[in-house]
C-alpha cells in the first residue's frame, strides 16, 4: 500500500512515517507543499495521500480538489476538525477526515478501510457531517423563505440583526422612521414570524457566511 504523507511539519511526518513503516504492506513517501505532492503523486502513484488541513502553499483542501483529477484516494487531517470544515474536505472530494489525535492503531486501521473502499471519518466525525448536512438543508430552507423579501426590506433586516432601532434604521438608509415601520411590518408578514428578534434570527440563519461553523467541535476536543 503506498502512502503519501503531505506535511510541511517534518516531526510530524518523520513520527507517521515511522509508525506506518512497521506494517509490512505499507511504503511510505513524503511532501512538504503542493508542488513537492503534485510531483510525488506523478512519481510514485500513491494509493492514498494523507494531507494536513494547513498544507502550503493554499491549505489542505485546494490540494485535495487537486487530488481529484488522479486515481488517488486521500484524506485530510488536522487537530480538532470542525464541522464545516469536515463537510467542505468531502464536497473538495477527500474520501475521509481524521483528527490528528487519532490512535496509531486507527490511523493504521482507517488507511486499510480507504484501500477497501471505505470512507475515514471517526463516528465523532460522522456526526460532525450529518450535524453539517443538516444545517446545510435548514440554511437553505431559511434562505428560500428569505428571497420573497425586496433588496430594501433585506437592507432594513440586516440592520434589524444588529439590534438597530426604526430611527437609527431610518438615518442609516436615509428614511423616514415610518417607513421603517412598514418595512418591518412587510418583513414580518413576508417571513411569518411574531417579531424583530425572530425576524433577525431568519437573517442571520439564512445569510451570515460563518452561521454553519459554530461552535460544533469534536466532542473528545470539548471534553478536553
Not at 502512502?3 to 511526518?13: N, S, V
Not at 444545517?135 to 440586516?158: Q, T, Y
Amino acid at each position: 500500500m503506498r502512502i503519501l504523507l503531505a506535511d510541511d511539519l517534518e516531526t510530524l511526518r518523520s513520527g507517521v512515517r515511522e509508525l506506518l513503516l512497521r506494517e509490512s504492506d505499507f511504503k511510505v513517501s513524503e511532501a512538504r507543499n503542493l508542488d513537492e505532492l503534485r510531483a510525488a503523486v506523478a512519481r510514485y502513484s500513491p494509493d492514498i495521500v494523507l494531507v494536513d488541513l494547513d498544507l502550503p502553499p493554499a491549505g489542505g483542501i485546494a490540494a485535495v480538489a487537486e487530488l481529484q483529477r488522479s486515481e488517488t484516494s486521500s484524506i485530510l487531517w488536522s487537530f480538532e476538525p470542525d464541522r464545516a470544515t469536515v463537510l467542505e474536505a468531502i464536497r473538495a472530494g477527500a474520501r475521509g477526515y481524521l483528527d490528528k489525535e487519532i490512535s496509531p492503531q486507527g490511523l493504521v486501521r482507517a488507511l486499510r478501510g480507504v484501500v477497501r473502499g471505505e470512507a475515514a471519518l471517526s463516528r465523532e466525525l460522522v456526526t460532525l457531517l450529518i450535524d453539517a448536512l443538516h444545517g446545510v438543508e435548514e440554511r437553505d430552507r431559511v434562505r428560500d423563505k428569505a428571497a420573497v423579501l425586496s433588496s430594501r426590506e433585506r437592507e432594513v433586516l440586516a440592520l434589524v440583526s444588529r439590534g438597530a432601532r426604526n430611527r437609527e434604521i431610518g438615518e442609516e438608509l436615509h428614511i423616514s422612521e415610518f417607513t421603517v415601520k412598514r418595512h418591518v411590518q412587510n418583513i414580518l408578514n413576508k417571513l411569518e414570524v411574531p417579531s424583530r428578534r425572530s425576524a433577525a434570527a431568519v437573517y442571520r440563519s439564512a445569510f451570515q457566511p460563518d452561521w454553519l461553523a459554530t461552535d460544533a467541535r469534536t466532542p473528545a476536543s470539548l471534553a478536553g
